[in-house]
């Protein structure tokens, strides 16, 4: 692909090496999944590795299950150059660059934590998109109950035992949250009461 191709996409340089096992993690279970979850979507985004391999067969072996494109390995000054140019002191790193040359919003150096952190919710990487995740993120903690922290979107029940039987979902049910809960246990250290007067509140 020419570079000429990737203007207007937002763009993820991709700093990372095969023999720092740190990047092979985030490489396969985070950065690929959601690049193609991205793609399939059809969102603007396009990711270019920037190898810290020390030989061409560790570049090739860990380039060979990326499905995004590479800086060649034989170009050290243009990787060197990019590891100056934005500061690169540890990998893994994503730098996630934005077509709109904006001050607030043309260069994010943390897009590893990131899409930990929001995954592909996360994109387009924007000032006002992190701050929305951030937002949503302060209000489910302030509201947070057993179905927050014990279910997902796409699972609401538990494993039972002997597994693989499965425990019907009651969380969606409970009325309590987390700090009425706190409440309660605090009330009955203080008053020093007993397991079974617990239950019986």
Known sequence: MKV????????GLYF????YAPCRSFTSQVLIGAYQDLKSNGSNFEIVFVSSDEDLDAFNNYRANMPWLSIPFSDLETKKALNSKFDVEAIPCLVILHPKDNKD????????EL?????????????????????????????????NLLACHNRDYLLGHPAPRQV?????????????LQAVLILCCCQNCSFKTFNDL
């Open 4 to 11: 000429s191709d990737l203007e207007g996409k937002v763009l």
């Open 16 to 19: 990372s090496a095969n023999w």
């Open 105 to 112: 919003e043309a260069t994010l150096h943390d897009g590893v």
């Open 115 to 147: 899409l930990h952190r929001f995954g592909v919710q996360a994109f387009p990487f924007t000032k006002e998109r992190l701050e929305e995740l951030k937002l949503e993120e302060k209000e489910k903690h302030e509201r947070q109950t057993l179905t």
């Open 168 to 180: 019907s979902s009651y969380l969606a049910s409970l009325k309590f949250n987390l700090i009425s």
